[in-house]
């Protein structure tokens, strides 16, 4: 979908299909999104002065923070990348330093491309390759080795050249395996297919980097021959031809352009990189890391293998709980650069019956997937979400509030006994229903529903 199709308004509403309350913190993103299609049509002379108000998320784990940021990129299709602040280390120390944010994410956005490029190419693609196929079928590839390659560039060998009934009969061998394969007939014949190998990576302060991309691609591609069968070296045929058919040097430049003005980084767990007041010793790198995000955050020329990507223009959101440290004990050149702040809220008990029902995604609707492969058919009742709830509630009060995620260990829990003996192949379509008197028989722990009637005189 084209952000310049969505207001507002239609932001959020795509937003609450999969993600339940936390009304702020999705208004503050549609109007971010929105305000980049206004950038957009203001004249140029004021564009190169408008940059994004990037946003800071306060709120523990499991309310929605990753879910809002995720869902936001793919909705309009922006490169999207989240990492977590501690993963990175101030520069002289060994790790990753901050700059592979905005590496990884040009990376993320030339994948995007290439697959939407070949996606349109496909078609054609697919034409090639089956071309290829029938050729390879009825004309197998042989590899020489042992006759000298200078010998052909000396003239002393020259290839053989078939006769004309032997081209007449590899034509009509061709068209007669061509029919085949239009039938779906010899999908599991096998041939002797010839490879690229993937060229050996290393790594170097944390980055995965290729070799082949080190020496400019000038080392020769390795190949090897594999033995696969036809529906398998279809698609590996195809993938090939798409591969040819796409232009390396406009993918990259859209690429680069996507990067640049659309692109969104998630900074999870910022907060533990902030030094709590009066804090002193080992915690100084923290600082460190802080100074070295700041000039990506306020705009920079960052190198890639792709090119220079600047990053005055893309859209940062952090996000963290701040339980030990406040917002206030990140550097101020920080705090400046995230001017809007929203807080989200934990999760009530309505919230979580809302989630376990209101989503596209709701884990009632996942669960009830999952186990009809295995022929149960189970439903939830109104009690049992209910229950479900309260258990949810109840557990992130008494014990570590992990918001959402609670949720995933009730019904592994709830669930453990049928998921463990669901599958035999002799038995027969079961119905199961799901009441608040099985939650509370099969809920254990720090999850099962408390009795507040033992508290009351």
Do not use: W
């Not at 507002?8 to 503050?28: N, S, T, W």
């Not at 890391?289 to 959101?317: C, H, N, W």
């Amino acid at each position: 979908m084209n952000e310049q199709q969505l207001t507002p308004r239609q932001i959020v509403h795509e937003l609450d299909r999969f993600i339940v309350g936390q009304d702020e913190a999705k208004k503050a993103v549609a109007i971010a999104l929105r305000n980049r299609y206004r950038r957009s049509r203001v004249e140029e002379t004021l564009r190169d002065e408008i940059i994004p108000k990037n946003i800071l998320m306060i709120g523990p784990t499991g309310v929605g923070k990753t879910e809002i940021a995720r869902r936001l990129a793919k909705l309009v299709n922006a490169p999207f990348i989240k990492v977590e602040a501690t993963k990175f280390t101030e520069v002289g120390y060994v790790g990753r330093d901050v700059e592979s944010i905005i590496r990884d994410l040009t990376e993320n956005a030339v994948r995007m491309v290439r697959k939407e490029h070949e996606e349109r190419v496909m078609p054609r693609a697919r034409v090639l390759a089956e071309e290829r196929l029938s050729e390879l079928l009825s004309h197998p590839q042989k590899k020489n080795t042992s006759s000298n390659p200078l010998d052909f560039l000396l003239g002393k060998q020259k290839e053989s050249q078939p006769s004309s009934d032997e081209v007449t009969a590899l034509a009509r061998r061709k068209e007669e395996i061509r029919q085949q394969l239009m039938r779906g007939e010899i999908e599991d014949a096998e041939l002797e297919l010839e490879v690229e190998e993937e060229a050996p990576t290393l790594e170097l302060g944390g980055n995965s980097i290729s070799l082949g991309d080190m020496m400019g691609n000038m080392m020769p591609k390795r190949t090897r021959m594999r033995h696969v069968k036809v529906h398998e070296a279809r698609k590996i045929l195809t993938d090939q031809e798409a591969a040819k058919l796409i232009d390396n040097d406009a993918v990259q430049e859209e690429a680069l352009t996507r990067t640049e003005q659309n692109g969104i980084v998630f900074i999870d767990e910022i907060d533990k990189i902030a030094s709590a007041s009066g804090a002193h010793g080992p915690d100084v790198s923290r600082e460190g890391v802080q100074r070295d995000i700041l000039p990506i955050v306020e705009g920079s020329t960052v190198s890639t293998k792709y090119g220079a990507v600047r990053t005055d223009y893309m859209l940062f959101i952090a996000a963290g709980a701040f339980h030990v440290s406040k917002v206030t004990d990140l550097i101020p050149e920080l705090q400046g650069r995230f001017p809007v702040h929203v807080k989200l809220k934990s999760l009530t008990k309505d919230d979580f019956k809302q989630i376990m029902t209101a989503p596209e995604n709701a884990l009632t609707k996942q669960y009830q997937a999952l186990l009809a492969v295995d022929k149960v058919l189970i439903s939830f009742e109104e009690s049992a979400v209910t229950a479900i709830a309260e258990a949810a509630c109840n557990a992130n009060e008494n014990a570590e509030d992990i918001g959402a995620r609670r949720l995933h260990a009730i019904f592994e829990q709830l669930l453990e006994d049928v998921l463990f003996n669901a599958g035999d192949e002799n038995m027969p379509p079961f119905e199961l229903k799901i009441d608040d008197t099985y939650v509370n028989e099969h809920l254990r722990g720090e999850n099962k529903p408390t009795d507040i009637r033992k508290f009351i005189l």
